[in-house]
Structures are given as C-alpha cells and as structure tokens.
Nanobody
Framework: QVQLVESGGGLVQAGASLTLSCAAS????????MGWFRQAPGKEREFVAA????????YTTESVKGRFTISRDHAKNTVLLQMNNLKPEDTAVYYC????????????????????WGQGTQVTVSS
C-alpha cells in the first residue's frame, strides 16, 4: 500500500481548468494502477479516471471524456488529473486512489477495488 495526499482543488467558474495532484509515498508505487474518484453531496463515490502501472493505458468515465486527463510520474511518485472545461456537475470531493490488485491491467475500477484513499480535495465549479 501507499499513502496518498491530494492537492490542487478550489473554486472556479464554469469553463475553467484545474490540475489535481496526488503525492504517493512508499516504494511500491509502480506496482499499482492508480485512479481518481469523486463524491458529490448526497451521492455515492464514483469512478472518474484510472491509469495503468506503466502509464501507457488510461481510462475515463464517459462524462469527463475529452475534458479530463490522468497521468503519472514514476520519478516523482505523483498522479495528476488535468481537468479542462469544468462544469457545475463536476463539483465534488475528489479522491486519489491506489488500486488493490497487484499488477492489474484491466479496465474495471470501483470503490470496492481500491486499497488506499487520499483524504480528498474539494472542487467547486460555479455557473
């Protein structure tokens, strides 16, 4: 497992951009697929994006395709979520997540597959 700390959230207007950063500690960072989830008030936590161990493969939920990009830097043990053209419906607490399946390379991610969570960072998009 790794410990995760997010940063980069904030209050922005619709159409703006934000980049969320997740700093991971631990020497096994490269072993795990990593992802971002979000949770809006009164809603369940939902998958946003994931990236494979190598960083070659990425996956995003349909509602953010073409607007959000996930990336990772093994040298810095970080995972980024670049969010462009933000919409009010993107408002949520965003969580960095470490997948719990060693060397997983598939496309399915859910809160049940996550072994470690960050503390979350608030993103608020005003209309």
């Amino acid at each position: 497992q790794v410990q995760l700390v997010e940063s980069g959230g904030g209050l922005v207007q619709a159409g703006a951009s934000l980049t969320l950063s997740c700093a991971a500690s631990g020497r096994t960072f490269s072993r795990w697929a990593m992802g971002w989830f979000r949770q809006a008030p009164g809603k369940e936590r939902e998958f946003v994006a994931a990236i494979s161990r190598s960083g070659v493969s990425t996956y995003t939920t349909e509602s953010v395709k073409g607007r959000f990009t996930i990336s990772r830097d093994h040298a810095k043990n970080t995972v980024l979520l670049q969010m462009n053209n933000l919409k009010p419906e993107d408002t949520a607490v965003y969580y960095c997540a470490q997948d719990g399946r060693p060397y997983y390379s598939g496309t399915y991610y859910s809160p049940n597959t996550i072994a470690s969570w960050g503390q979350g960072t608030q993103v608020t998009v005003s209309s």
